[in-house]
């Protein structure tokens, strides 16, 4: 049975439909997270879960625990002719602070770690880009180095059911997700 999106009826855990492509980031605590990008135009389907750990069934209890080396990471279905992925990583890049490693915020622990899990080595490289573009910016504002994680690959678990759209279901839940006020120049498009 497949579990369906809280707010746009889709199923969160079905394979994803041709011309679409997936792309997995952590950005904090992933309530706000998956928030910020399901409210995006071209975004097909979000969903919460686990990546870049060693656990073959991680629990958030675990993670949280931080006996598994995962991330919260949010997966983003989307539509690359709506939304195409420099976009996407802009969004990315501006709702959170990339500079503070195994945290955002009061949030504290490294599954909270920034990351960027590519599908391929163009998204990779892509991702590279825009983190180089937007370390620019910071540097020019006074932030440390960004210490984003970039990797291709890696593993996602579907976190339980109640943290799927938390925010959604839950609308005066906790979210702890704020950027830095600097905005991303998006390389390779006219938003640059």
Known sequence: ???????NGQPIDGPVPPGQEVAIVGLGCFWGAERVFWQLSGVVVTSVGYAGGHAA???YREVCGGRTGHAEV?????????????????TFWESHDPTQGDRQWNDIGPQYRSIVFCADEHQRTVAEQSRDAYAARLAAAGYPPITTEIVVGGDYHLAEDYHQQYLEK????????RGTGIACAVPGTSLA
């Open 74 to 90: 949010v997966r983003i279905v989307f539509d690359p002719a709506v939304l195409p992925y420099e976009r996407l990583l802009a």
């Open 57 to 59: 069934t991680p629990s």
């Open 1 to 7: 049975m497949s579990l369906t999106h809280a707010v």
């Open 170 to 177: 839950n609308p005066d839940g906790y979210c702890g997700l």
